[in-house]
Nanobody, 124 residues
Framework: QVQLQESGPGLVKPSQTLSLTCTVS??????????WSWIRRSPGKGLEWMGA???????WYSPSLKTRTSISMDTSKNQFALQLSSVTPEDTAVYYC????????????????WGQGTQVIVSS
């Protein structure tokens, strides 16, 4: 059973960097054949795929977020992380990490594994 848990600050000030960590159990991020993804949900945009990393260390980003997004992984801790720089209130959302069979994820599939999500508010 794959389980994922997002962690990080729930409140970030505008212009700062949003940093989240996903801790994975029940699967190895170093050997999984699937994608380790970050997705967020906001009222205005719905589900928005942000990017992903795989076991080989390959990284993909949404074109709309590429300049502000960094995804990394720490195989020794079985964790992968998200950094989103220069945040604005428009980045307020629930942020999810997930193991997904497909790269670009805009909906939840039964054979994907998602964390519960963590609310991040960008406000001064």
């Amino acid at each position: 059973q794959v389980q994922l848990q997002e962690s990080g600050p729930g409140l970030v000030k505008p212009s700062q960097t949003l940093s989240l960590t996903c801790t994975v159990s029940g699967a190895s991020i170093a050997t999984s054949l699937y994608y380790w993804s970050w997705i967020r949900r906001s009222p205005g945009k719905g589900l928005e795929w942000m990017g992903a990393i795989n076991n080989a260390g390959s990284i993909w980003y949404s074109p709309s977020l590429k300049t502000r997004t960094s995804i990394s992984m720490d195989t020794s801790k079985n964790q992968f992380a998200l950094q989103l720089s220069s945040v604005t209130p428009e980045d307020t959302a629930v942020y999810y990490c997930a193991e997904t069979k497909n790269l670009i994820t805009t909906e939840i599939y039964d054979d994907d594994y998602w964390g519960q999500g963590t609310q991040v508010i960008v406000s001064s």
